[in-house]
């Protein structure tokens, strides 16, 4: 069983810059992939971003360039640094955790924290 929990959340002005951070309560280095989703009102989930174990990333196209997951598994911890946010990037954002061996599959996910892009 794996726990998660985000923060880094909050209200930035456009332009601005925030990092999430999502710790793991259980240890993720050695089978968990790691991801960030977010959801806006009226939309459905989406990926923003995900890092494999062996620390291959990929984005959503809509923040390549401006975000960037990362993760530390001495900590049990991963980050997503958010620059240049947008006010499309308003959302409740959650950490996601999957290992899905041969017939199994673990899928955790966080209590979400929200990000608000407003002047």
């Known amino acids: 069983q794996v726990q998660l929990v985000e923060s880094g959340g909050g209200l930035v002005q456009p332009g601005g810059s925030l990092r999430l951070s999502c710790a793991a309560s259980?240890?993720?280095?050695?089978?968990?992939?790691m991801g960030w989703y977010r959801q806006a009102p009226g939309n459905q989930r989406e990926l923003v971003a995900a890092?494999?174990?062996?620390?291959?990333?990929n984005y959503a196209d809509s923040v390549k360039g401006r975000f960037t997951i990362s993760r530390d598994n001495a900590k049990n911890t991963v980050y997503l640094q958010m620059n240049s946010l947008k006010p499309e990037d308003t959302a409740v954002y959650y950490c996601?955790?999957?290992?899905?061996?041969?017939?199994?599959?673990?899928?955790?996910w966080g209590q979400g924290t929200q990000v608000t892009v407003s002047s």
């Open positions: 890092i494999t174990v062996g620390g291959s990333t």
């Open positions: 996601n955790a999957r290992w899905i061996p041969p017939g199994r599959q673990y899928i955790y």
């Open positions: 259980g240890s993720i280095s050695s089978n968990y992939a």
